[in-house]
């Protein structure tokens, strides 16, 4: 079903980037998209948190946050200084009070994507996972004063995790300082794990170690990352749901993957489902994978394939039966003789 604006009923309009829905639908939270929405509606003029409050109907604290966000994504740009955000009762965020809200979209994120100009060559990092370091409250604090990045990063996550602990404050400074993933690569990060429910340290951190290996970080490439692994868990739990399993084990999860990328259909699955639980009567992915590798091996690519080669299996062993009655001796029974060494169990 295809709709569009009824612009004749709403009178005019107003536009939202395409980056927004091409990447953030999954990312922002709900909040994050109504202050946006109404920040975009009133481009052009001063927009204070408290007036962003009382028409998104979100808290005040969460207003500021969300303007903090898409700025940090680059999806708003800030203009002036105003007054009224300087004048509020909270705790102003830094990159409010040195900069602006009066929102205009960035020209940088403007699609394709491909065209966005890359910033200046920079030093790459070195990738240390070996010797993770462990920097105290006054090292902390000092980071965070001599890097803006770093400031900006803290106030980003204080908005998905509340208060930032010890230990959370490290595991930020960790991924950009050792790791060296770049700012809007480590929110992007933050945001899926919280969406999937994960926001641990440990989790994050596993992920992060993952992408600074693969070379990911660019925003980008973070989003392209985050789509494939949501696909994947999307791919995952059909599987799961098939085989009537609960969990996976890692090496399980590999086998998925392969399939996946393989391109092997649910019906193709539950068909080789099916042969494995008459043949060893359990759940084995190894053994699945030994049924799906071997239509892949054939150029199978979807059930159809798989019932014509079972067909033509069929016809195989039925001609190799027929070949071997047709050479029987006259007078001998060779049913009857079948039937004796299955009596016997002669192998």
């Not at 105003?82 to 403007?110: D, G, K, R, W």
């Amino acid at each position: 079903m295809e709709f569009k604006a009824n612009s004749g009923a709403w009178g005019t309009m107003f536009g939202v980037p395409c980056v927004v829905a091409d990447n953030f639908l999954k990312l922002a939270t709900g909040e994050q998209i109504k202050v946006l929405l109404y920040l975009l509606r009133c481009s052009g003029r001063d927009c204070s948190a408290e007036e962003i409050s009382a028409n998104t109907g979100v808290s005040v604290q969460e207003a500021s946050d969300a303007v903090l966000f898409w700025q940090q994504v680059n999806v708003l740009t800030p203009q002036q200084v105003s007054a009224s955000f300087a004048s509020a009762p909270i705790q102003p965020l830094p990159v409010i009070q040195q900069q602006q809200t009066e929102i205009t979209t960035a020209p940088a994120l403007s699609p394709p994507l491909a065209s966005v100009p890359e910033n200046p060559p920079e030093q790459k990092k070195v990738k240390n996972k070996s010797c993770k370091r462990t920097w105290s409250g006054t090292e902390i604090e000092q980071i965070k004063n001599e890097s803006a990045d770093i400031a900006e990063l803290f106030e980003v996550a204080e908005s998905h995790f509340g208060t930032l602990n010890h230990a959370r404050l490290n595991s930020l400074i960790y991924m950009h300082e050792d790791l060296g993933l770049k700012k809007e690569v480590i929110i992007t990060l933050i945001s899926y794990c919280c969406n999937i429910g994960r926001p641990y340290n440990k989790y994050i951190e596993t992920i992060a170690e993952s992408w600074a290996d693969d070379d990911i970080n660019t925003f980008e490439q973070a989003n392209e990352e985050v789509q494939r692994l949501e696909s994947l868990k999307k791919y995952e739990n059909q599987i799961m749901s098939i085989l009537q399993v609960d969990r996976l084990a890692k090496k399980e999860k590999e086998i998925l993957e392969q399939w996946k990328n393989m391109n092997i259909t649910n019906d193709m699955i539950e068909r080789a489902n099916e042969i494995m639980l008459e043949q060893i009567h359990k759940v084995s992915l190894n053994y699945m994978n030994k049924i799906i590798k071997s239509w892949y091996e054939k150029g199978i690519t979807d059930i159809n394939g798989v019932d014509e080669d079972e067909k033509a299996h069929r016809l195989n062993n039925d001609k190799k039966y027929n070949n071997k009655h047709d050479k029987q001796d006259d007078g001998f029974d060779v049913d009857m003789y079948k039937i004796c060494i299955n009596n016997y169990e002669v192998v």
